[in-house]
């Protein structure tokens, strides 16, 4: 295997770049295809409990320990009558959803929502519809999940079962409005105001609750960044958080520009820091508003977005190769050298629907980027850190001059663990490490590793191990001698640091 010069990390526990925002290990659930139906809900599956949730997806969702799920949309969002999704099932009624052209059952809302949320420890996060829904609408739902019984709403609640309030803190004032694919597009400075009366009205309901305005549904949109600016400046006071949306992908089959898609992802959030620093100095604002990358993942391959009015058809079911596993890494990477920005993430979807599991009726899939994201679930925690990497580079089309490596680190002072992700962008070079550990000495290191020759490779129901993380032995950590980074490979240590 043809080996490039060594890379050198320094790594310093005191250089802090931020605590690790826990919500940055969320995951986004839409009704899109087969999500919610057919993927969480699926009352006909041998899998599934007596809710009629699957008991293999539950348990897939709770070994990643997503801190958070986004709901109920995405598109759909923009369309959605959330009355149309509570009270006794058999009153509910179907409804045409125009975002994928397909038909809504209700028969899994809120409710059974914040139910699935709770069966997996995780926060609910809900949207309110900004596109045919008013800023009433938005406000009631509120009451409905938060007040105290004894008003119109909260007592639908009570009367639905729920007597305890749901308390959801996390809010999205719609979903992508600057789209013009979006039911009920608005301009920036119409959503601006509408976004900032529903703000008012919603926390009139519950000051606790924490909102996140949309943003740009990409960095690739026309009205990029200036949407944003706009929107902001009517709503900074009012908001804790602004929302950024990416997909990437590689359409050119390019995989050397595609691996260094990292360096178009932090060129976007400086950008939006930005942004944001230009509008509270603008507003003379005393607080500060973060990022929410509350849709991110890779999506080209699968362009199947019409159902054809059917319930729960088969959209954008996205494969997962090592690449796209390579790329997932580097962007959980890019969270990490960013938390000081960056406070909520959302892997779009979570099942099935451009998802890290795959579902049919009676088995379960997970996909390459399953492996990742379940690494830095897990590993990521305290501190990130801010380490100096030396690597060798190459050239690639898109991006120019790129290091081979990317790396992030995070240290946690309390236990004393720290975690390293390192990705080798190279498709054909190892790249040897050396370590240079500044105030600290890596005890009980262990290791994770995917690699691979083949960037395209893929799992399936028939083969579900060909791309997935393995145990590595890692003794070298500990001995100062050098660790190999192999071509096309993300690695994950553990250790301990004292
Ligand atoms: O996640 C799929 C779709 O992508 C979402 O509905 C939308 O918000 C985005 O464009």
């Known amino acids: 295997m043809p080996q490039s010069e060594a890379a050198h990390i320094h790594i310093d526990v005191n250089r802090v770049i931020s605590p690790v925002s826990p ?39 709770r070994e990643l320990n997503l801190r958070s799920i986004r709901y109920p949309g995405g598109n759909f969002l923009s369309g959605y009558h959330w009355e149309d999704g ?15 052209q397909s038909v809504e059952s209700n028969q899994f809302g809120t409710d059974e929502f914040i139910d699935f949320c709770r069966q997996i420890n995780t926060e609910p996060m809900l949207g309110v519809n900004m596109g045919t829904g008013s800023i009433q609408d938005a406000a009631n739902l509120v009451e409905y999940c938060n007040s105290p019984p004894g008003t119109k709403y909260a007592d639908m609640r009570v009367a639905n079962g729920y007597s305890d309030p749901h308390a959801v803190r996390y809010w999205c004032i719609g979903n992508e409005m600057d789209g013009p694919w979006q039911i009920g597009h608005l301009e920036a400075e119409e959503y601006g105001r509408k976004a900032l009366e529903a703000a008012k ?18 960095s690739a949109m026309p009205t990029y960044p200036e949407w944003d600016r706009v929107a902001l400046e009517h709503c900074y006071d009012h908001v804790d958080y602004h929302s950024m949306h990416y997909y990437a992908a590689n359409r050119d089959d390019d995989t050397d520009s595609y691996l260094a898609t990292a360096v178009g992802l932090e ?3 400086a950008t939006l820091e930005g942004v944001l620093r230009y509008v509270r100095a603008k507003t003379r604002s005393k607080r500060d508003v973060f990022l929410s990358w509350d849709e991110w993942n890779i999506w080209y391959k699968n362009q199947q977005m019409q159902g054809g ?15 796209d596993a390579l790329v997932a890494a580097q962007w959980l990477n890019v969270f990490l050298r960013r938390a000081d920005v960056l406070k909520i993430a959302c892997l779009a979807q979570i099942v099935n629907v451009i998802a890290p599991i795959l579902t049919e009726t009676d088995a379960l899939l997970k996909q390459s980027i ?3 994201f379940l690494l830095f679930c897990r590993l990521a925690s305290g501190n990130s850190l801010d380490v100096l ?11 120019g001059d790129v290091p081979l490596l990317d790396v992030a680190a995070t240290h946690d002072p309390d236990s004393r663990l720290g975690a390293l992700f390192l990705v080798n962008r190279s498709q054909s070079e190892a790249v040897s490490l ?45 001995t100062g001698s050098d660790l190999l980074l192999p071509p096309l490979s993300f690695t994950a240590l553990e250790m301990m640091l004292r």
Request: glycine letters at 6%.
């Open 370 to 372: 399953y492996y990742p």
């Open 86 to 100: 509570i009270g006794p099932r058999e009153r509910r009624q179907a409804r045409r959803d125009l975002a994928w």
């Open 434 to 478: 050396n370590f240079n550990w500044q105030n600290v000495r890596p005890r009980n290191a262990r290791a994770w590793q995917m690699r691979g020759t083949d960037p395209k490779a893929a799992n399936s129901f028939e083969e579900p191990n060909r791309v997935v993380a393995r145990p590595l032995p890692v003794q070298s950590v500990e």
């Open 389 to 399: 990497v030396e690597a060798p580079r190459h050239e690639t089309q898109q991006y």
């Open 309 to 323: 009015w059917r319930e729960a058809p088969r959209l954008i079911e996205e494969v997962y190769n090592l690449e």
């Open 201 to 218: 009205m919603m926390r009139w309901h519950d000051p606790d609750i924490e909102l996140v305005l949309c943003g740009s549904s990409s």
């Open 23 to 61: 919500l940055l290990f969320s995951g986004f659930a839409e009704h899109m295809g087969r999500c919610i139906y057919g993927g969480i809900y699926e009352p006909d599956s041998p899998r599934a409990d007596e809710k009629g949730l699957r008991r293999d997806v539950l348990a897939a969702l």
């Open 267 to 269: 060129d976007y959030v």
